[in-house]
């Protein structure tokens, strides 16, 4: 795409036009008689076909609803096209976006084999109530099934779903359906969405604090973060003190987990995401998931692996819990990137003894768009991309560079604290000039100018597009596109190198 020639938006004068009320329906109708939100009577709403952003804006503020994550930006953005690892706005000012839609866009915007199959399906088999089969369902589960078996050396079933919160919820039942038991346990920092079941077991506060109970929220447990280590431990002489403490709680009845007499414990299982997503791009150190897993399966809980945002390569593994030895899930949660974010489609994967037709039998959960044609259609074409790519060598390799070069600018900002990262999921973490307390102002600075699309590199304007997680939300949490080249990873250095400097000035 040039970017030079995409025309900029018009910018209209506009003023409300005064609501035309007919005479004729004035002098014959009574008010009672006339609903006044449905007849002819009502007054005409201006057009928003010709209108500028500003006064989309303007509308915007009126009519939709600030629940979701717009209204975290101080202006929020319009962009109009997208391709590769950059979006576009009105003017046709390039940005380049270092989070690809929170790892949903894993191969980069428009990707044009994922577009021709959307497109095959519209034409082929546009919808379809879910109650019954199209092929490309039964083959995308299959694909799912065998990369599973392939990755974990595990056999199981595929059930899909909408969205990632709604496959963590199809996950909660299955894990109450086969244990009967509805505790969990989960990891401080973790995020799994923010449906009611979800936010039970996402340990951030700010996501239940205005929703009244959540009886069933999850037992949470410090994450081994490190740079921040829970228990002020070094990770060269911890031997791993995080994960004692985890066993430490099943020593007795009164550590309150397990009940020697019956070998039973309160909890049905343990949610993980391989690396911390939201939390921050938080990477366990080497050995802790094996651990952990160990003392799971001595204890028959589950271990549900949460590969919403790590799965799909993000990592350089198919799935993220790959790089740990000999562990294996009893279930799996995926979405985002499963169609390269379009068609919405999420699902689970279970071991065949917990999701076989015994026991989660039919009807046991179900949406209507569940696994819609346009979603699996289009996660079929994903997935033999992936089978057919070496992703699994070129993530590594480009994370190592991108990584390289986070260390270099750490060189000439003491104020990036940490730098880190498996494949390309990388983290840095914004701090003061002390390098370590933790400084959420001089994340947001650099989040918000690259919004604004004014950054100078190389002779032209530019932007940004970052996004901000972690505890303290301090971290710059990178996940650009698997197809980034090494060109765009040093532009990605300049831009941040330009944000950093900037921000650092306002603060
Ligand atoms: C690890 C993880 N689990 C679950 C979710 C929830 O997915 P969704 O936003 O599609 O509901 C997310 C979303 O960011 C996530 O990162």
Same mark, same amino acid.
């Not at 690892?85 to 929170?102: A, I, N, R």
């Not at 866009?105 to 497109?119: E, M, T």
């Given at each position: 795409m040039n970017i030079n020639t995409t025309p900029g938006e018009a910018v209209m004068d506009f003023t409300p036009p005064t609501p035309?009320?007919?005479?004729?329906?004035?002098?014959?109708?009574?008010?009672?008689?006339?609903?006044?939100?449905?007849?002819?009577?009502?007054?005409?709403?201006?057009?928003? =076909?010709?209108? *500028?952003?500003?006064? @989309?804006?303007?509308?915007? /503020?009126? %009519?939709?609803?600030?629940?979701?994550?717009?209204?975290?930006?101080?202006?929020?953005?319009?962009?109009?096209?997208?391709?590769?690892?950059?979006?576009?706005?009105? =003017?046709?000012? *390039?940005?380049?976006? @270092?989070?690809?839609?929170? /790892?949903? %866009?894993?191969?980069?915007?428009?990707?044009?084999?994922?577009?021709?199959?959307?497109?095959?399906?519209?034409?082929?088999?546009?919808?379809?109530?879910?109650?019954?089969?199209?092929?490309?369902?039964?083959? @995308?589960?299959?694909?799912?099934?065998?990369?599973?078996?392939k990755g974990f050396g595990a056999k199981g079933r595929v059930h899909f779903n909408v969205g990632g919160a709604n496959a963590v919820e199809d996950a909660l039942k299955l894990v109450r359906r086969h244990t009967g038991k509805s505790r969990m346990l989960a990891f401080e920092g973790g995020y799994h969405g923010r449906s009611l079941g979800a936010s039970a077991i996402t340990s951030s506060y700010r996501y239940r604090e205005n929703f009244g109970e959540f009886g069933d929220r999850a037992e949470f447990v410090p994450y081994p973060y490190c740079f921040r280590c829970p228990y002020g431990k070094q990770v060269d002489s911890c031997e791993l003190f995080c994960v004692q403490q985890i066993e430490r709680k099943f020593d007795h009845e009164y550590t309150g987990w397990w009940n020697p007499k019956t070998n039973k414990s309160e909890f049905g299982a343990f949610i993980i995401e391989p690396m911390q997503g939201t939390g921050g791009y938080v990477p366990a150190p080497k050995g802790y998931f094996e651990r952990l897993a160990k003392i799971l399966k001595e204890r028959n809980i589950l271990l549900i692996d949460d590969e919403i945002q790590m799965g799909f390569f993000r990592t350089g593994k198919l799935w993220a819990l790959e790089h740990m030895d000999g562990v294996t899930p009893d279930a799996m949660v995926f979405g985002k990137a499963l169609t390269n974010g379009m068609n919405p489609l999420s699902g689970i994967w279970a071991k065949e003894e917990l999701i076989t037709p015994e026991k989660f039998g039919p009807g046991s959960t179900h949406s209507t768009f569940s696994s819609n044609s346009l979603g699996t259609a289009t996660g079929l074409e994903v997935m033999k991309i992936f089978e057919e790519s070496d992703y699994e060598i070129s993530v590594p390799k480009k994370g190592e560079y991108f990584l390289g070069l986070l260390k270099e600018l750490q060189q000439r900002h003491p104020e990036i604290g940490d730098v880190d990262g498996v494949g390309l999921a990388l983290r840095m973490e914004m701090c003061e000039a002390d390098g370590y307390s933790p400084s959420r102002e001089l994340a947001d600075r650099m989040f918000q100018i690259g919004l604004e699309g004014n950054l100078k590199v190389d002779g032209q304007r530019m932007g940004l597009v970052l996004d901000i997680g972690g505890y303290c939300k301090n971290v710059v949490t990178l996940a650009p596109s698997l197809e980034i080249s090494y060109d765009e990873m040093d532009l990605a250095a300049k831009l941040l190198d330009l944000v950093i400097t900037q921000a650092k000035k306002e603060i």
């Open positions: 035309v009320v007919p005479e004729a329906i004035e002098t014959v109708v009574t008010t009672e008689s006339i609903d006044p939100a449905t007849s002819a009577a009502a007054p005409q709403a201006p057009s928003t =076909e010709t209108m *500028s952003e500003q006064e @989309l804006l303007d509308i915007e /503020s009126e %009519v939709c609803s600030y629940g979701d994550t717009v209204h975290y930006a101080e202006e929020p953005k319009f962009f109009e096209n997208c391709e590769g690892s950059y979006l576009y706005d009105g =003017e046709g000012t *390039s940005y380049l976006d @270092l989070q690809m839609w929170y /790892s949903a %866009v894993n191969l980069g915007y428009a990707n044009q084999r994922v577009s021709d199959a959307l497109k095959r399906q519209i034409d082929k088999l546009p919808q379809l109530a879910c109650q019954y089969l199209h092929k490309e369902k039964v083959q @995308l589960a299959y694909k799912i099934v065998n990369s599973v078996v």
